[in-house]
């Protein structure tokens, strides 16, 4: 089965900046999009960005031009570089590979 883990969350100050990490490892045939979804307390978890395997990428508006995501295909590892942070980003980021898994979460907080 396929593992997603998630590393570099942290408290910062708004204007902060964070860089997270999503390490896939497993039987990871098959996987081409990878997405980072964010959740924060009281909401709906919803999606980020996502990059595919050829290395496209979305964004919501919410993070367009402060969020950048890229990967590291030889390292199995997928980055979401978080520049001016705002309170309102505050959240768990996950990292998700559609249809088959699901990281665990990592805790972004910004403090105003």
């Known amino acids: 089965q396929v593992q997603l883990v998630e590393s570099g969350g942290g408290l910062v100050q708004a204007g902060g900046s964070l860089r997270l990490s999503c390490t896939v490892s497993?039987?990871?045939?098959?996987?081409?999009?990878i997405e980072w979804h964010r959740q924060a307390p009281g909401k709906k978890r919803e999606l980020v960005a996502d990059i595919s395997d050829a290395g496209r990428t979305s964004y919501i508006d919410a993070v367009k031009g402060r969020f950048i995501i890229t990967r590291n295909n030889a390292r199995n590892t997928v980055s979401l570089q978080m520049n001016d942070l705002k309170p309102e980003d505050t959240a768990t980021y996950y990292c998700h590979a559609p249809r088959i898994a699901w990281g665990r979460g990592t805790q972004v907080s910004v403090s105003s």
């Open positions: 497993g039987n990871i045939f098959g996987i081409s999009v």
